[in-house]
């Protein structure tokens, strides 16, 4: 079972399209957690980000004992050290992730709220953190989710759907690993 995880204000709309996305993905029954606040020593003063790092350590110590893996979403911008920004971040074939919306939206960069563009670009940051939690690497297919997004226009470039190298190499760890 995967656990969904909001933090701070995001929508049920999202947390809903998460939820379908990462069972017809990943083909695990998700369940919706209860939100969970933001841990307050995950904020650095000095970037104003939150500590993707922080918040993980948090969500390992917090998660239930049934849950296979643990994704969090979160409103707030996220880093980590070597990093301006991360849209998120997963322990490769760890067990919790976090993918934050607040980059995702357009209103981050002063254009008007786009609620369709949020919800798909939150689509392919879930299935990318995710696939990282069972083992798949950052793909050079551009227009996979698994391939690596340093800016928004990469991001709105890829597909929601996994290309079928990296279905193959998702079967594979499923059956080597996680079965």
């Keep these: 079972m995967i656990y969904l995880v909001p933090m701070g204000n995001i929508e049920s709309d999202i947390v809903q399209s998460a939820s379908l996305c990462l069972w017809h993905t990943f083909g695990f029954e998700v369940k919706r957690f209860s939100p969970l606040e933001i841990p307050t020593h995950s904020y650095d003063e000095k970037r104003r980000q939150y500590s993707s790092i922080e918040i993980l350590r948090m969500l390992h110590k917090t998660m239930p004992k049934e849950a296979f893996r643990v994704l969090a979403l979160i409103d707030k911008d996220l880093f980590i050290p070597v990093l301006s920004f991360v849209y998120g971040h997963a322990q490769f074939e760890g067990k919790v992730g976090i993918v934050s919306i607040a980059r995702l939206r357009q209103e981050f960069y002063g254009f008007p709220e786009d609620k369709e563009l949020v919800t798909n670009r939150m689509l ?56």
């Design 124 to 179: 392919k940051e879930v299935t990318h953190e995710t696939g990282h939690l069972f083992g798949l690497t950052h793909c050079n297919d551009t227009s996979c989710p698994m391939t690596l997004s340093t800016n928004i226009r990469a991001l709105d470039k890829k597909g929601v759907s996994l290309c079928e190298s990296c279905k193959l190499l998702l079967k594979e760890n499923m059956v080597e690993k996680f079965q």
